[in-house]
């Protein structure tokens, strides 16, 4: 089944203590995007990659690192979390040169920093 | 970037048909149209898209105005799991393949 894969679900950390939610997909992809949803502000992009070894900041990257070392995984990274990054996130792919095509979403990553 | 608007509710009653509209009058030549709808607790998916012409698929319809400056998603027969949240989005043709999301139309559905 074609799909993208988040773990963990949900996640309670602490402030200052690194973590890093997984994002893989099997659908061969060359597009992934990260996003944070937040009530009445939406979905913003985080971070997207084009490619292996190609990323990109997207409109908030702050706070926020990534890799995409192999074209199935997008890692993403908060290297010293903050409470301003308790959020629901989500991975998205897409296959290359299809801007019309459809994203993948993940089911989501739910995060509090306290 | 270009931007949507869409109200931020609307209400439907069980196996009767729901227009969602959205308008979007910056939207430019290159702008693809899209709708994703994202049930509670779930991440967004893929409904319909289109760029000029009127487009049908199993889940819906997208009626596209002749100046682009505005659409409509179509739901036929509303059902109880078409309660969501649907966005209309534009994407432009770059590198990004950036997709601007709006707030959305949460559609409540009554039995």
């Known amino acids: 089944e074609a799909q993208v894969t988040q773990n963990p679900r949900y996640l309670i950390t602490v402030t200052g203590k690194k973590l890093t939610v997984t994002c893989s997909q099997n659908?061969?992809?060359?597009?992934m995007s990260w996003y944070r949803q937040d009530p009445g502000l939406g979905l913003r992009q985080i971070y997207y990659?084009?490619?292996?070894?190609?990323?990109d900041k997207g409109d908030v990257p702050e706070g926020y690192k990534v890799s995409r070392k192999e074209k199935r995984n997008f890692p993403l990274i908060l290297e010293s979390p903050s409470p301003n990054q308790t959020s629901l996130y989500f991975c998205?792919?897409?296959?290359?040169?299809?801007?019309?095509?459809?994203?993948?979403f993940g089911s989501g990553t739910q995060l509090s920093v306290l | 970037d270009a931007k949507t608007t869409q109200p931020n509710s609307m209400e439907s009653n069980e196996e009767e048909p729901v227009h969602l509209p959205c308008n979007h009058s910056?939207?430019?030549?290159?702008?693809?149209i899209h709708w994703y709808r994202q049930l509670p607790s779930q991440g967004p998916e893929y409904v319909i898209h289109g760029l000029t012409s009127n487009v049908n698929n199993r889940m819906a319809s997208l009626a596209i105005a002749e100046d682009r400056k505005s659409s409509t998603l179509i739901l036929h027969r509303a059902t109880l799991r078409d309660a969501a949240v649907y966005y209309c989005i534009l994407s432009n043709a770059g590198n990004n393949r950036k997709l601007i999301w709006g707030l959305g139309t949460s559609l409540a559905v009554n039995p």
């Open positions: 659908m061969n992809h060359e597009y």
């Open positions: 910056t939207i430019s030549g290159t702008d693809y």
């Open positions: 998205a792919s897409l296959p290359r040169g299809r801007v019309a095509e459809k994203l993948f």
């Open positions: 990659s084009m490619n292996v070894e190609v990323t």
